[in-house]
């Protein structure tokens, strides 16, 4: 197996678990936390595709995130950004407590929507992909890590947080969230 096969089989087969696991939850299934300070599963589900979009969208190639050339942005209402946030704010990284709850969730097939698009463009990305280019610095001038690095966290940022999801569903069947 080549690397390239490899990478998009890791990536390919988190991803099909985090949809199958997600596409049937309930507006109040994906607001559901096991306490206030917790992640819920709409707020990892929109994670795991503003990551994988920032990954391969911003850090492995100059065009920029499908979040902003698409415009997906207007779908979803995010809390109020802080006062000098770093531009990967957006993605949900670093947000507090209050700010995951200040955010408003939209429907599950919005989110599987942009995550499709999303996966579907990082996959004709990662087949364009150099692979020779891998020591090169990311494509995004605000980087300091190599495009190698750059697609390392984008293999682990989806299954790391596709588990997450999974555990959230588990405990929401055991203890009969609808």
Partial sequence: MQLRAL????????????????????????????????????????????????????????????????????HFVLPTAPANVSPSWSTGNSWTPAEVAAFQVPPVDQLLAYGESVYQSAMRKLSALDLADLARKAADPSMTMSMGSALTIAAIHVPQHGGQIEYLVGLMRERGIT
């Fill in 7 to 74: 990478v998009v089989d890791c990536i390919t087969l988190a991803y099909q678990r985090v949809v199958n696991e997600s596409k049937d939850l309930t507006p109040t299934q994906l607001r559901w936390q096991p306490t206030p300070e917790t992640n819920h599963a709409g707020f990892l589900l929109f994670h795991v595709f503003r990551g994988l979009d920032l990954h391969f969208h911003q850090w492995l190639s100059p065009q920029g995130e499908l979040w902003v050339r698409n415009k997906w942005g207007r």
